[in-house]
C-alpha cells in the first residue's frame, strides 16, 4: 500500500533541522518528500550558501529518485522550518516538468488540506 499524503507530510517534516556544518553552509531548513508511481519514497533537504550555488531540497529528493531510475512523480511536498507546508519554487516545478511527460499530473501538497497538479502551478512552462 502506498504512503498517505499525511505520511509523506510527516516525512518531510522529519527531515527538516537546521544543520550548519560551517560558517558558510546551512542545510536542512527546508525538507522534501515525494511518492513515486511505483510508491517509492524519496527525500530531501536544502543547501544553503551564501555565493548561490546551493540547491533545493526538491531538487535533492528528485537526485535520489533518478539514482533509482525512476523519474514519474505520484504526489510532492515541501516543507519549511519557517512556514511549514509550502509550494515549490518555479525552478523546482519546471525541473518536476522537464523529466517526465506525466509529472504535469504530479500532485503537489501546497497545506494540510489542499493540493494542485503541477499543470496548475505551472500553467506557461518555459518551451525551447
Known sequence: MHPTDSE???TARELVGLYQPSSDC????????LRTRSGRIFTGICVDIP?????CAEHAAVAEMLKAHEAEVE??????ADTGIMAPCGRCR???WRL?????????I???DRSNTLAELLPEPWHN
Open 51 to 55: 555565493c548561490s550555488i546551493g540547491f
Open 26 to 33: 546551512a542545510a536542512g531548513n527546508v525538507a522534501a518528500a
Open 94 to 96: 519546471e525541473l518536476l
Open 100 to 108: 517526465h511527460p506525466t509529472n504535469r499530473d504530479t500532485r503537489v
Open 75 to 80: 504526489t510532492i511536498v515541501t516543507v519549511s
Open 8 to 10: 509523506l507530510i510527516g
Open 110 to 112: 501546497i497545506s494540510s
